[in-house]
């Protein structure tokens, strides 16, 4: 199926308004649209053909955002490149790419040539490299209608403003942080861009930029409230992925007022595979108004949402073993298995409202005594204590468990846990088979992928 080029319409519909902004830099949607153009002038002349591929090793900003949308102009798919890689990792990540743009496009709008662009929803997009938050990372390739559904899914559960500016200080070599500015290009709206995640720039925009959504992972959270985030005026709120927030800086943000929409997903589903919907925090832990009550009597709360309900038109199940299996629109062709299923390699529940809960990865599973351990659940535990910043879990050998529980906890600043206290805060939480047979405290921060997740593989 074809569908008019997301940017050739955005173009039309509304032209003036800023379509991308890098600091003090933006480019309205009609002056993408010309460099996209000119852009793809460009490449065609440097060899490009329709149905080729081009990597995009270029540093987040608005030369990214005219590279790609200038791929999809020439019928290219766009592979974006980690430019932070050595040069010998992103050549593996090229290879096979027809070109690789290591500068900006001169994208000199006097080369610019009228197409009538379409987008071929079947055709594929962008090959994304997974984060390896397990193993090395991966190919996956994307296509349009990919992209389109997430986008639809994304905005049927945070809604969708004619004036919206959604922060992104992810990467945009992966699927987090490239689908804002995919999303915003769909919507017409504005993707507000940074290099990297800085706090003190993040909380300006926040306060002052009129930012009105914004993407971060539990710790970029947590910096942006010790920094003094509060009340910012026109978020409607954070969506949070990357792993799960610890409900005690979910009460922060909730006092802070700060909304925080705890999402999971990954690059086979093109982000996002479900999302706690904006409505439901304003609704509360339940539809009865039960949360308003509370809230009343005891102040700020945080339903426990889980990750939230399914994406619109993606479905979820959990398999035997409690491996979540997710299927729909959004999932990469080559990523279902035989079974019609995209088998995540995640640990999950749905609950009875049909919300998500994930309990970490299968490959992370610690059996300890016979029993079965998911490190994330025991973080999070750890995570509740008001001492303790960070913490990792994970399976060290041991010859009478097989393998031992053990923590690896990064202190709150200035304070000094006990590992006895910590274990009982554990067992008041957890089964007794969970609690860690040993608490280690170090200075951090933990180890993490450019998107923030928690590498586990690298604390064995």
């Not at 296509?143 to 945070?158: P, Q, R």
């Not at 802070?256 to 609704?283: F, I, M, N, R, W």
């Not at 690896?408 to 006895?420: L, R």
């Not at 939480?429 to 040993?438: D, E």
């Amino acid at each position: 199926m074809l569908v008019e080029s997301w940017l050739s319409r955005a173009a039309k519909s509304r032209p003036q308004a800023i379509a991308v902004q890098d600091g003090e830099r933006a480019l309205s949607y009609a002056q993408l649209h010309a460099a996209a153009l000119a852009g793809a002038a460009e490449l065609g002349e440097r060899g490009v053909s329709a149905g080729e591929s081009v990597a995009i090793a270029l540093t987040p900003g608005l030369a990214f955002a005219v590279a790609l949308h200038a791929c999809w102009l020439a019928g290219a798919a766009a592979v974006p490149v980690d430019t932070r890689l050595s040069t010998a990792e992103r050549e593996q990540v090229a290879d096979g790419a027809a070109l690789t743009l290591a500068e900006p496009l001169r994208a000199d709008p006097a080369r610019a040539e009228a197409v009538a662009a379409t987008h071929d929803l079947d055709a594929t997009a962008v090959v994304v490299h997974t984060s390896g938050t397990s193993s090395t990372a991966k190919r996956v390739e994307l296509t349009f209608g990919n992209l389109l559904w997430s986008a639809l899914g994304s905005g049927v559960a945070l809604g969708v403003h004619p004036e919206e500016r959604w922060l992104c200080t992810l990467p945009l070599c992966h699927v987090g942080g490239l689908s804002i500015l995919v999303r915003s290009a769909i919507q017409a709206t504005t993707a507000v861009i940074h290099e990297r995640f800085e706090t003190q720039r993040a909380l300006r925009a926040l306060v002052h930029e009129g930012v009105t959504l914004v993407s971060v992972v539990a710790t970029t959270l947590q910096r942006l409230l010790d920094a003094g985030l509060q009340d910012p005026p026109a978020l409607h709120c954070a969506l949070a992925g990357g792993g799960p927030v610890p409900p005690a800086l979910l009460e922060r943000a909730a006092g802070a007022g700060v909304k925080v929409c705890q999402t999971y997903g990954l690059t086979e589903a093109c982000s996002q595979v479900s999302t706690v919907p904006l409505a439901a925090l304003d609704a509360g832990a339940d539809e009865s108004g039960a949360r308003a009550a509370v809230t009343a009597a005891t102040g700020p709360t945080a339903p426990d949402l889980g990750a939230g309900r399914p994406l619109f038109c993606t479905r979820v199940k959990i398999a035997a073993d409690g491996e979540v299996l997710v299927a729909g629109p959004t999932v990469a062709p080559a990523a279902l298995a035989g079974d019609g299923w995209l088998h995540t390699g995640d640990l999950g529940t749905l609950d009875e409202q049909g919300n998500l809960h994930v309990s970490g990865r299968k490959s992370d599973t610690i059996i300890s005594g016979g029993e079965n351990v998911a490190p994330a659940e025991v973080e999070a535990a750890l995570e509740a204590h008001e001492q303790v910043a960070e913490a990792a879990v994970v399976g060290r050998s041991d010859p009478r468990w097989g393998e031992a529980v053990t923590a690896i906890v990064v202190p709150m600043p200035g304070t000094c846990p006990d590992e006895a206290r910590l274990r009982d805060h554990c067992a008041r939480l957890l089964a007794p088979y969970k609690v860690p047979k040993r608490v280690l405290l170090v200075e951090g921060p933990l180890p993490r992928t450019p998107s923030g997740k928690l590498l586990r593989r690298q604390l064995v």
